[in-house]
């Protein structure tokens, strides 16, 4: 070993070779979210209070739709690698496992449900 440089001795013990991209999806969906909320807020925030005929009326045309749609799954999105990130750093062992599937399974099916939920409004 009186041979092995620096970098010998530490090649692949510290990168999983993901960072990069984990990092690239994080930042496009953030810029997606801050592009897509306040169009959303317009959309939804005047829906709040409001009868169910007018929440139906306006969902049901295709630009509020694909709005809501939209910002439904890339939240769920940048949710569901954020909350890895948090796993990640703070739990150790078979729980970290369980808790990720766990995390995967209730942001991308909340996205499902909530893109169902409005595709039968809007069909």
Do not use: C, N
């Not at 001795?9 to 306040?38: D, E, K, N, Q």
């Not at 306006?58 to 799954?73: E, Y």
């Amino acid at each position: 070993m009186p041979y092995m440089t620096d970098r010998k001795r530490v090649s692949g013990l510290g990168t999983a070779h993901s960072g990069t991209h984990h990092f690239w999806t994080m930042t496009v969906t953030s810029v997606a979210l801050l592009i897509l909320t306040p169009f959303f807020l317009a959309i939804v925030g005047p829906l709040i209070g409001a009868p169910h005929a007018e929440v139906v009326a306006t969902l049901g045309r295709p630009i509020p739709a694909v709005v809501v749609a939209a910002f439904l799954v890339v939240g769920m999105h940048h949710f569901a690698l954020g909350v890895r990130v948090v796993i990640e750093d703070y739990v150790r062992g078979l729980a970290r496992k369980i808790w990720i599937i766990a995390m995967t399974i209730v942001s991308y099916g909340l996205a499902a449900a909530g893109v169902v939920a409005l595709a039968q409004i809007a069909l």
